[in-house]
């Protein structure tokens, strides 16, 4: 209204129309022409104008903005958990491989460690390798790379315990495991072979012990001895265990090169001649020093009219008392401290030197008899 009482005619209205046009935009509630309303102002007039649809509309932005947030939080919220989860995931993924790779560790020393001397104890000897079988079987169940070395120690363990069954279930799993490649073939030779103890009937045995001797590969002769000590608890006769031991002095010493091999029960004494045995051991690394006699575990070993020259040609023997009564060519007695449990050796008088004798330790009798 002051626009319209204006002295000056420049700065009243123009005309009674455009008067009455603010006139009726202030009673309904518009902007006039004269206020140059901003943005404030026109929200403001128009909340007036319609106060149900904005007090609606407002309170259902409000709602929005609330779910928002709330969304927003929650989205938050979970991403934080599944990052949580992640970590604890990935910490125990790490524990479970650190406890993997310390009992394929712990199974790998073992089974390595099953070569040295203290392990030629056939009680202590098959314990350790059904201990390491079990740790290696629980590492395998985890499923290692495949190129993790306990395929191929499980294939090794298991087939030195004659369990080609096992031994194939790994090669199935695994065709190509480290370190046996010579041994997979005679597992598939002689997988249909065994028999309802899970183990090779005697002639069988000989066979296979054959193709191990004879393999292109150092592996397979290098774990006959210890299939034997494992071998020491199946339930053979005597005479099975004397046709293995024949077997193997003759792939040493050749065919035909053992005139005779007997066992007395009475006594346990086993008696071995053949004018062309050298040797009762397969090899001569230091993991192969196990005597073929102990398989049958004599406590008195006879040997007579052989070419063995000394005690590194026995290998490690279990026996108590040797007899090399008629071992004319046997002066070699460097070795004879490796002897477990050796109490007595009988030879001929005036057959050994001085120097011989002070080869043979204080605890081992050396008893002097007439030869036959």
């Not at 029960?265 to 230091?286: F, W, Y």
Request: with cysteine; glycine share 4%.
């Amino acid at each position: 209204m002051d626009k319209a009482r204006e002295s000056e005619p420049d700065k009243r209205y123009e005309s009674v129309e455009a008067l009455h046009y603010d006139v009726n935009r202030f009673l309904s509630g518009y902007s006039t022409t004269v206020e140059n309303a901003g943005f404030l102002r026109e929200a403001k007039l128009f909340i007036r104008r319609n106060p149900a649809p904005c007090i609606i509309s407002m309170f259902l932005i409000s709602v929005l903005v609330i779910v928002t947030i709330g969304f927003i939080d929650q989205i938050q919220t979970s991403r934080k958990e599944a990052e949580e989860a992640l970590e604890k995931d990935l910490m125990e993924k790490a524990t479970a491989e650190k406890q993997l790779d310390k009992n394929a560790d712990e199974a790998l020393f073992l089974a390595r460690r099953l070569s040295e001397p203290v392990y030629m104890n056939p009680k202590v000897f098959k314990e350790s390798i059904e201990e390491s079988e079990r740790q290696l079987e629980y590492v395998i169940k985890q499923k290692p790379p495949m190129d993790n070395i306990s395929w191929g120690k499980q294939v090794w363990v298991r087939f030195i315990m004659q369990d080609f069954k096992g031994a194939m279930k790994i090669i199935h799993e695994n065709p190509t495991p480290r370190n046996v490649h010579s041994l997979v073939p005679l597992v598939k030779k002689y997988l249909s072979n065994t028999n309802s103890e899970g183990c090779f009937d005697t002639p069988v045995m000989c066979e296979l012990i054959k193709d191990m001797y004879n393999s292109y590969a150092y592996q397979p002769k290098s774990i006959i001895y210890r299939m034997l000590i494992y071998d020491m608890y199946r339930n053979r006769s005597t005479e099975e265990k004397i046709k293995i031991i024949k077997t193997l002095i003759e792939l040493k010493n050749g065919l035909n090169s053992v005139d005779k091999i007997n066992y007395d029960p009475t006594t346990e004494a086993l008696e071995i001649s053949g004018k062309n045995i050298k040797a009762l051991r397969l090899m001569g690394g230091d993991d192969q020093k196990f005597s073929f006699v102990n398989y049958l575990d004599p406590k008195k070993l006879i040997i007579k009219d052989t070419k063995i020259s000394g005690f590194h040609g026995l290998g490690i023997l279990n026996v108590q008392v040797l007899d090399i009564l008629g071992l004319s060519e046997f002066k070699y007695f460097q070795h004879c401290k490796e002897m477990n449990g050796l109490q007595k050796i009988l030879v001929k008088p005036n057959q050994l030197t001085n120097k011989q004798r002070k080869l043979i330790p204080n605890n081992i009798s050396i008893i002097e008899k007439p030869g036959s």
